[in-house]
């Protein structure tokens, strides 16, 4: 069965600390696809990135770096130099391949709050 | 960019009311989907729908919601009888095939 892992609940840095949230995913599955949303306080789920089970190389975009390693069945994110407004909830999820139901399997979050 | 919509932003229903939530998919999108979010929580999986057919539902999706789409544009959420425990962030996504667009979300209060 398929199954997303945000060990974290909630994570408290001070500004312009690097931080790394973790995401260890489930599946049966040889091709899925994992994703990473941040939901700001206004309640919005917005994407972050999609990374397919084929394509292992690291991902940076700006400030945000993700580590996809299938040996250990994980999708780590980054934040360096965290700014207040990276304060928000994450969430990693995961997407099956195959039939007429490319459902979400989402974590339970990691709450993140930058203090400035 | 295209974007998916929804509709009301937020609700306020009485216990035992019926509620229907709008969503307009992205236009060529064949995928729809029905999340929940109850207040801090995770968010979960309602329903998905394909080519006018539910493809798959949770085992929250019992016989107190449908989806519909009514005039093959407009995709919505009926909730029937509303409960308290229904109070909750409902979002809907379409989808291509791979990628998904959420809607900001109807958040849902039932009092």
């Known amino acids: 069965a398929q199954k997303v892992t945000q060990a974290q609940t909630e994570i408290s840095v001070v500004e312009k600390e690097d931080v790394t949230l973790d995401c260890v995913y489930e599946?049966?599955?040889?091709?899925?696809?994992l994703f990473w949303y941040k939901q700001p306080p206004s309640g919005e789920l917005v994407f972050l990135i999609r990374?397919?089970?084929?394509d292992e190389q690291n991902e940076i975009s700006g400030r945000y770096s993700w580590n996809f390693q299938k040996s250990t069945s994980s999708f780590n994110f980054t934040i360096t130099a965290s700014q207040v407004v990276d304060s928000a909830v994450y969430f990693c999820?995961?997407?099956?391949?195959?039939?007429?139901?490319?459902?979400?399997?989402w974590g339970l979050g990691t709450s993140l709050a930058v203090n400035p | 960019e295209p974007e998916v919509t929804q509709t009301p932003s937020h609700q306020v229903t009485q216990m035992g009311q019926e509620v229907i939530l709008r969503c307009v998919p992205i236009?060529?999108?064949?995928?729809f989907y029905w999340y929940r979010q109850i207040l801090g929580q995770k968010v979960e999986f309602l329903v998905s729908?394909?080519?006018?057919?539910?493809?798959?539902k949770s085992e929250i999706f019992d016989d107190q919601f449908s989806v519909e789409r009514p005039d093959g544009s407009n995709f919505t959420l009926k909730i029937r009888s509303t409960k308290l425990e229904d109070s909750a962030m409902y979002f809907c996504?379409?989808?291509?095939?791979?990628?998904?667009?959420f809607g900001s979300g109807t958040r849902l209060t039932v009092v």
């Open positions: 999820a995961l997407s099956e391949e195959g039939g007429n139901n490319r459902k979400l399997i």
């Open positions: 996504a379409s989808s291509e095939r791979i990628g998904y667009t």
């Open positions: 236009s060529n999108h064949l995928y």
């Open positions: 729908f394909y080519n006018n057919e539910i493809s798959e």
């Open positions: 599946t049966r599955d040889t091709t899925y696809y």
């Open positions: 990374r397919n089970s084929f």
